[in-house]
């Protein structure tokens, strides 16, 4: 039997053996995705809901911009100057969001 052969019945690999099988079917789903596009929208929508929710926490609100930051450094392969306007740039729009909503944070 070759290793092609062999591998054709471990369809889920290491970790599939851990999910049911409608997980297994959904890993099968996120195999064929390619870069990291989806990732980055989600973010992007879960960061808008965290300001509606949690206006306070600005705190929070940073972490997921630089997370956001860091994807996107990754899916354009930007530069470290790059990166850091980018930073700058949501960094301004966040502080021009939570400045009107009476936040006060401080800003590294």
Known sequence: MTRKNATRGKKHGF???ALNEAERLELEEARGIEGIDEE???LRIKLRELIVAKPERFDLH???????????????????EQK??????????????????GIKALIK
Request: no cysteine; aromatic share 4%.
């Open 15 to 17: 970790y599939g053996r």
């Open 40 to 42: 980055i929208a989600i």
């Open 62 to 80: 940073l972490r997921v911009v630089v997370t956001i930051a860091r994807l996107v450094t990754a899916r354009y392969n930007i530069t470290k």
């Open 84 to 101: 850091k306007s980018l930073r700058e740039a949501i960094t301004k729009v966040l502080t021009e969001i939570a400045i009107p909503l």
